[in-house]
């Protein structure tokens, strides 16, 4: 009888060591792919972070052209003679402005504006 409890024992011994070395070893590879991702997340941030600083930059500085060009839209809109097609040099300026400033706002993605 002794040496049944003492066999049971002994197995339940070997099952928590197994059960407790499987757990630390999950937890161990889980921390080894946590770590892989931080670092990845890491990287591309340091990556994106100039493109984002760039793109804010050249954001900022098109709402404040793009403000004085639609000012300018405004005032010629409300002309008495804006249903007249005949384009005066104020006019041709502005589209000129607005393209040229389109075209010089760095930081992205799109393709130049066609001036004629």
């Not at 407790?20 to 080894?32: E, N, T």
């Not at 941030?45 to 793109?55: D, F, L, N």
Request: one cysteine or more; charged letters at 20%; a positive charge.
């Amino acid at each position: 009888m002794k040496l049944r409890y003492v066999l049971l024992a002994l197995v339940v011994a070997i099952s928590v060591t197994g059960i407790i070395a499987w757990r630390s070893g999950w937890s161990a590879h889980a921390d080894y792919i946590n770590a892989l991702a931080a670092n990845k997340r890491a990287k591309a941030q340091k990556a994106i972070q100039p493109v984002e600083q760039k793109a804010a930059q050249a954001s900022d500085e098109g709402r404040i052209i793009y403000r004085t060009i639609t000012r300018d839209v405004v005032k010629y809109v409300q002309s008495p003679d804006r249903t007249v097609c005949q384009f005066d040099d104020a006019a041709v300026q502005l589209r000129q402005r607005a393209i040229d400033t389109a075209n010089s706002i760095s930081g992205f993605d799109a393709g130049a504006v066609q001036g004629k």
